[in-house]
Nanobody
């Protein structure tokens, strides 16, 4: 399984970014896809997730109303649109895959991709 996140960058507070994750080596529609982030010196934390059929989404409280997770199963891709970015959103963002949401939240069991750096300046 390979997951490759992209789309990060440097943005001013209040700006937007759209992160993408390309997946291969798995039956994509069978997997819950998630986004996590890790700030320097801190633990990796959950940001958002979407079920395999795209019908259900989950968000951590700090991004609700500012983030939208979506997927295109035909392209084996998942996205995270982040708006009204804040300096505290600065982190390396990772995409992850697992067969169900509870397992996805057990980060030790996930498939992980390389992250993409998001830096928000104040």
């Amino acid at each position: 399984v390979q997951l490759q996140a992209s789309g990060g960058g440097l943005v001013q507070a209040g700006g937007s970014l759209r992160l993408s994750c390309a997946a291969s080596g798995l039956t994509f529609s069978n997997y819950v896809m998630g986004w996590f982030r890790q700030a320097p010196g801190k633990e990796r934390k959950f940001v958002a997730a979407i079920t395999g059929n795209g019908l259900r989404t989950y968000y951590t409280d700090s991004v609700k109303g500012r983030a939208t997770v979506s997927r295109e199963n035909a392209k084996n891709a998942v996205y995270l649109q982040m708006n009204d970015l804040k300096p505290e959103d600065t982190a390396v963002y990772y995409c992850a895959a697992d067969l169900n949401y509870p397992s996805l939240m057990n980060i030790a069991s996930n498939y992980w991709g390389q992250g993409t750096q998001v830096t928000v300046s104040s």
